[in-house]
């Protein structure tokens, strides 16, 4: 009779899936059973980030759900959670990506269940996906719709390695399918799901440690429409506050930008202090022209708490290392004691690390190392100081190896707000 049962258990399942078939764009999944149910949760990421934000897309109603359903499920037997990022980016950086977002949704979990309903770390299982390309593959199918629709598809379809096909699709046509993709569809795919079976008891037949195996298709979320404001830089001021304190005033601006996932910035530095003072403005001089830039790359940050500054100033916080070059003209006088003037260029390494301190500001460290080529000429002032005389004796050229810049700068963002409006994804 139990053989009996569970055939025709299985029967009426397959009756109901042919004539309701699963809907691709179902929110939440649930699977009934006489003694279980298994349901199927995502929550979204932006873009290289692991925390959580519950003002992200449809995270605020999934988010509420979960805390429901661990708040009131009776008993919950295990809990696997699948985790994902888009296919865009190095794989190496899309692995961990989804390994951090799998952890982040295991926290997530733990620290939303009632005291009185804990259960033990273990039933939590992790299953991450460094590249989600079965959901890019449904999206396309679902909610691309272009002219070259069909050789998006079949190019998803081949059997070529994924790093061939990602540089087959950024490509195509003009870079116009994966143009969409990147707009559209890539921030459907950064996600972590999880699914939870739990068997409550109605019968005394019934074994209490029943349990469901259950396959949650790769749905794609429906395309709600969504309305939000964020904040976006589009550059930062600076200042190095050392440069300052020697009165050697000077001025930054910082333009962040984003390559396949990964995180650059380009600086232009200029220090302008142009003071001479004392008797005939030729006792003391401090003279310092100078334009320099300089192409940073920001290491892709680890987990931390989603600070509303943080997120919206990521782009311009954590660690750092870049390539620099400047030059420019100088003359330095403190009476007779020294008296040179000259030029100079430079180039080099520069490494640091920036954070921010409060609402509008960040704090940035960075040393920088590299050569630099410094012609000088000395002079000497008459003793009434009323004119500069050239000293011969005194010119020639530094050439020097070693740090070449400190710097302890205020950095402020320069941000905008958008309201952006889109359909089941960030724009």
């Known amino acids: 009779m139990k053989l009996v049962r569970i055939i025709g258990t299985v029967f009426l399942l397959w009756l109901g899936s042919l004539a309701q078939p699963v809907s691709a764009s179902s929110h939440r999944i649930t699977a009934r059973t006489d003694s279980s149910e298994v349901h199927h949760f995502r929550i979204y990421y932006p873009i290289n980030k692991t925390d959580i934000r519950e003002d992200y897309m449809t995270n605020s109603h999934s988010l509420a759900v979960i805390r429901e359903y661990l708040a009131s499920s009776p008993r919950i037997d295990s809990i696997v959670i699948y985790s994902y990022a888009s296919p865009e980016g190095p794989y190496r950086f899309n692995k961990q990506l989804a390994e951090r977002r799998g952890e982040t949704a295991k926290r997530y979990i733990l620290s939303q269940v009632p005291q009185d309903r804990k259960f033990p770390e273990s039933i939590i299982h992790l299953r991450p996906e460094a590249e989600n390309w079965e959901g890019l593959r449904e999206e396309v199918f679902l909610h691309y719709h272009g002219d070259d629709r069909n050789e998006v598809l079949t190019l998803l379809d081949s059997d070529m390695p994924d790093a061939d096909k990602k540089s087959r699709l950024m490509t195509l046509n003009g870079r116009k399918p994966w143009r969409h993709i990147l707009r559209h569809i890539m921030p459907r795919l950064r996600y972590a799901t999880w699914i939870t079976v739990w068997a409550p008891v109605h019968s005394a037949q019934q074994k209490p440690d029943t349990k469901v195996a259950a396959i949650v298709p790769n749905d794609p979320l429906p395309y709600i429409p969504t309305e939000q404001t964020r ?25 962040p930008f984003t390559i396949h996932g990964e995180r650059f910035s380009i600086l232009y530095q200029q220090h302008f202090p142009w003071w001479s003072w004392g008797e005939n403005d030729n006792e003391y001089c401090i003279r310092f022209l100078s334009m320099g830039g300089e192409l940073r790359w920001w290491f892709n940050p680890k987990h931390h708490a989603a600070t509303v500054s943080r997120t919206e100033r990521d782009c311009l916080a954590g660690w750092f290392a870049g390539v620099y070059g400047m030059g420019g003209k100088w003359d330095f006088q403190w009476k007779r004691d020294i008296c040179h003037q000259g030029e100079f260029w430079s180039a080099g390494l520069s490494i640091g690390y920036a954070m921010p301190v409060c609402r509008w500001a960040n704090m940035e460290f960075s040393l920088s190392a ?30 020097y190896i070693g740090p070449t810049k400190a710097e302890i700068s205020l950095v402020i963002p320069i941000n905008i707000s958008k309201t952006f409006k889109w359909k089941g994804g960030e724009p």
């Open 231 to 255: 904040q976006h830089t589009l550059f930062a001021l600076k200042t190095n506050l050392l440069y300052d304190l020697a009165t050697i005033v000077n001025l930054s601006a910082e333009v």
């Open 370 to 399: 590299g050569y630099a080529s410094i012609p000088y000429r000395g002079y000497r002032p008459t003793d009434d100081y009323s004119l500069l005389v050239s000293d011969p004796d005194k010119h020639g050229t530094w050439h």
